[in-house]
């Protein structure tokens, strides 16, 4: 027999609840904009300052932030307002985060009421033991210094108050985009890059998977990591669509080329097709990825979508410390959230954060050249087919003379 | 001034010695060798210029030594450059012909080699030689002139020979600032095969290579044009310094062990034989093994042609080399290397002799200085081209321009 309460932690374990707060006019926008039914498992919130955003909102949970002295003029652009209103309402918004699992925070940084409040929410939605991934975007160098300064200071407490922050510099897509589309369009493509990694995330943890990721081992990857991390989510369909998923993840511009891949120190992959899925393709994947990784950690799931017909969605998520490195750290200490896997969240909440001092030790590499060019020590070397044509044939070779 | 006078000058900045050509062209055009000049090159690393006033100081000692051999005074040379930036390659251009009876015409021909000129170098590099080699008239091959033809699409074949501007120019900057004046930059490698080579060994197919101090060019010419030249900067100052390391000798005692004692094979008498090097007084100093210092500098030459070799054999050109490989340059005199170079190419291999020029036989029979007597050649080649231009509209010069 079970009891209720195991019955419930089973179904926590098998289906995460899920929460979707937007924040702020611009978190707002978003979540209209993912209010779609394909979330249809997840719960919708919005919290705003704007009493008259907020009406327009189809959130189904409205919390209006408003303090007499403000006279409904929300936030106006102060964060310290957002925060401050965010601050005396705390346990609001704790209890309404309360028994969630995972709790997605969509945000516009810049402003007051996203700046403000998406770091007290992020405390607070962890508070009540959920899993906080942050996404929120920077605003555009047009839009002003005070904005971008505001943007930078709230984006640092998010990263120490929520699990994982996927940050998205809105100049970055400004590049990508061009130069006759409309506002609109503009804000369109951005709100797409956070919808996209929100969906993924969301698939893969929703979706039946035949190397199943479960909520432990997101949970495992970003929890209590403060991480900054980097999101791709790339699609393909065809005969080669492995080839061209890869290719896509190598040049994905929020990856930096790949670059991204290399830093990290922990790699989520996650591949979804429909029922033709094969592990040739899986493999093709997985191998450039691992790649291009070089010492992350990485977790891999894969999953059938009948719906998904021809296509192959590949979302990778990469976290990265965001602490300013330190020379040493202790190795030991770097994998302690690791085992907490099972959704077993008193013991992940109950143990101290352990705040890393800085990213893993790098070993560097010593010049080994024991063997001196003597005459031609500091000339230009003389490089043929990867070889330096001034260190004697002999040793190149390896012969011995006795 | 100067194109009047029949004294031709070719000066080589070499990396172990700068050398200094004097030839005297009579008036049927032939060419005989009178001074010649040098001394040790002390600023020069792999062929590049590193001390530019220790070269100057060595170059003006060379230059008057050549004056005083052939008595008269150089006042412009022809200057052979190298370097491990020099490289070659072959570039095709097109143009069709569209005059309305499909003759083709000079003009065409200018066109083409324009078009074959064109090419897509690094900022930074300059072209030395744009070599002609054939043309093709609506694919067919070996046209050497196709003016008068009939054809509807023209193509060239060029060689391009380019470096990096900058140190080109230094060179020739130092040159100058001697108070010479520099007629024209030639490829070392260039003017060595023009020293070396027959016409018929040209056609027939052969490879030059120098082996310099620092540096060693190579130039395959088939069906009588240049294929394909490189230049590896590898050369005997890269034996002495593997002499050195192995045999932890200092680089002086290392050159001279390499000049007394060396060879490109290991002997069956060397084995188990020691060398003693001693002092001034005849004192004992160290003891070295002959058999290490023969198998050190084998090594080194072995990598050097098998590099060449394969080289070649990526281009497709072995088995074009029907008259052969001959070998120039200091590093030439090594005992059992043409031995050891047919070993590698598997053809017949010959020390170069710069046979095709009379004169100072000291100067021609030695394999150092053939690159500064082909840049005598070369000098007298443009000098008779230039004279013989307004008689034969060009023609014969443009034949001599295919040498």
Request: charged share 20%; glycine share 10%.
């Given at each position: ?13 098998s289906?995460p ?15 209209n ?28 949970v ?19 307002r957002?925060?401050?209103l ?27 009421a996203g ?24 605003p ?7 904005r ?14 929520a ?14 985009i ?26 893969l943890l929703t ?10 081992d997101?949970c ?8 900054e ?22 040049t994905h ?7 991204v ?11 979804t ?6 592990m ?5 994947v ?12 990485i977790?891999?799931g ?14 990778v998520i ?16 770097t994998?302690?959230?690791a ?43 003389t ?5 330096d044509?001034?260190?004697?044939t002999?040793?190149?070779r ?5 | ?8 000058a ?16 009579n ?8 001074g ?8 020069v690393?792999?062929g590049?210029?590193?001390n ?11 230059v ?11 006042r412009s040379?022809f200057l052979?450059v ?9 570039n095709?251009?097109v ?8 003759e ?11 078009n074959a ?5 690094p ?10 080699q ?12 196709p ?13 391009v020979?380019?470096?990096h ?11 100058r ?11 070392n ?6 020293a ?13 290579i120098?082996?310099?101090g ?16 490189g ?6 100052d ?8 192995g045999?932890?000798?200092?680089l002086?005692r290392a ?6 004692h060396g ?9 188990g ?13 160290k ?12 090594l ?9 070799a ?26 059992g ?8 190419f ?19 029979d030695?394999p ?23 008689f ?12």
């Open positions: 027999m079970q009891t209720p309460e195991q019955n419930a932690f089973f179904e926590t374990a289906a609840s899920v929460k979707i707060f937007g924040v702020g006019n611009a978190g707002d926008a978003l979540l904009a993912l209010a779609t039914a394909e979330f249809s498992g997840a719960e919708f919130a919005a919290i705003n300052t704007d009493a008259a955003a907020l009406a327009a909102s189809s959130a189904t409205k919390i209006h932030l408003e303090n007499k002295l403000f006279r409904g003029l929300g936030s106006g652009g102060d964060p310290e957002g925060r401050a965010a601050e005396e309402q705390f346990s609001t918004l704790k209890s309404a985060c309360a028994g969630t699992n995972v709790i997605f925070i969509l945000a516009g940084l810049g402003g007051g700046s403000g409040i998406s770091p007290v929410l992020a405390k607070a939605a962890r508070e009540a033991g959920a899993l906080v991934l942050a996404f929120v975007t920077l555009f160098d047009c839009e002003g210094n005070r971008e300064t505001q943007a930078q200071a709230s984006l640092e407490q998010l990263k120490s108050a699990d994982g922050v996927v940050c998205l510099p809105s100049q970055k897509i400004f590049k990508l061009d130069e006759n589309s409309t506002l609109v369009e503009t804000f369109r493509v951005t709100g797409g890059f956070l919808i996209e990694g929100v969906r993924g995330v969301w698939s979706r039946p998977g035949l190397i199943q990721v479960h909520f432990g997101l495992a990857l970003l929890r209590d990591r403060h991480a991390n980097a999101f791709a989510f790339v699609e393909a369909s065809g005969a080669g669509r492995a080839r061209e998923v890869v290719e896509k993840i190598l511009p929020l990856l930096d080329e790949g670059r891949l290399a830093e990290s120190d922990a790699v989520l992959v996650s591949l097709a429909g029922k033709d899925l094969t040739a393709e899986i493999n093709r997985m191998e450039s990825v691992k790649r291009q990784c070089g010492h992350a950690q977790i891999m894969a999953a059938a979508d009948a719906g998904l017909k021809e296509k192959l969605c590949v979302t990469a976290a990265k410390q965001h602490a300013p490195p330190a020379s040493v750290t202790p190795r030991t200490e994998r302690t959230t085992p907490a896997a099972g959704g077993q969240r008193e013991v992940v909440v109950a143990r101290p954060r352990p705040r890393r001092a800085g990213s893993k030790p790098v070993q560097t590499q010593l010049p080994l050249t024991i063997v001196s060019k003597g005459r031609f020590d500091k000339s230009e070397p490089l043929h087919r990867g070889e044509l001034d260190v004697p002999f040793i190149r390896g012969i011995a003379l006795n | 001034m100067f194109d009047d006078s029949n004294i031709i070719g000066l080589e900045i070499g990396t172990s010695k700068i050398c200094v050509v004097v030839g005297e062209q008036a049927d055009g032939a060419l005989n060798i009178i010649l000049g040098q001394s040790r090159s002390r600023g690393r792999k590049e210029v590193i530019p006033e220790q070269v100057e100081e060595d170059l003006r000692t060379a008057s030594e050549a004056e005083q051999m052939a008595d008269v005074e150089i040379v052979g190298s370097g491990g930036h020099v490289r070659g390659f072959n095709r251009g143009h069709p012909v569209v005059s309305a009876d499909r083709i015409s000079a003009d065409d021909v200018e066109d083409v080699l324009k000129k064109a090419i897509n170098l900022a930074e590099n300059t072209v030395i030689h744009a070599v002609r054939h043309f093709f008239v609506d694919g067919q091959d070996g046209v050497s002139n003016v008068g033809m009939l054809g509807a699409r023209l193509e060239v074949d060029m060689h020979i380019h470096g501007a900058n140190r080109l120019q230094n060179v020739v900057r130092l040159v600032a001697t108070s010479l004046e520099v007629n024209d930059v030639v490829f490698g260039i003017a060595t095969s023009l070396l080579l027959t016409n018929e060994q040209k056609e027939l197919g052969a490879l030059v120098d082996i310099g620092g540096t060693t060019e190579f130039v395959v010419y088939s069906d009588g044009v240049i294929r394909h030249s230049v590896l900067a590898v050369g005997g890269h034996i002495s310094n593997d002499l050195a390391y045999l932890k000798v200092p002086t050159e001279k062990l390499k000049l007394e060879a490109a094979l290991v002997s069956d008498a060397a084995k034989q020691t060398i003693s090097i001693t002092n001034d007084l005849g004192l004992e100093l003891r070295v093994n002959y058999e290490h210092l023969q198998r050190i500098m084998s080194r030459l072995e990598e050097l042609f098998r590099l060449i394969q080289d070649l054999e990526q281009a497709g050109l072995t088995d074009y080399l029907r008259a052969g490989v001959f070998i120039c340059g200091g590093s030439s005199r090594v005992p290397i043409v031995q050891l170079a047919e070993n590698v598997q053809m017949n291999v010959a020390p170069g002799h710069a046979g095709a020029i009379s004169g100072l036989t000291v100067a021609l030695q150092e200085f053939a690159a500064a007597i082909g840049l005598v050649k070369f000098g007298s080649l443009k000098n008779r081209r230039r004279a013989e231009r307004p034969f509209k060009g023609i014969i010069g443009r034949l001599l321009q295919r040498s």
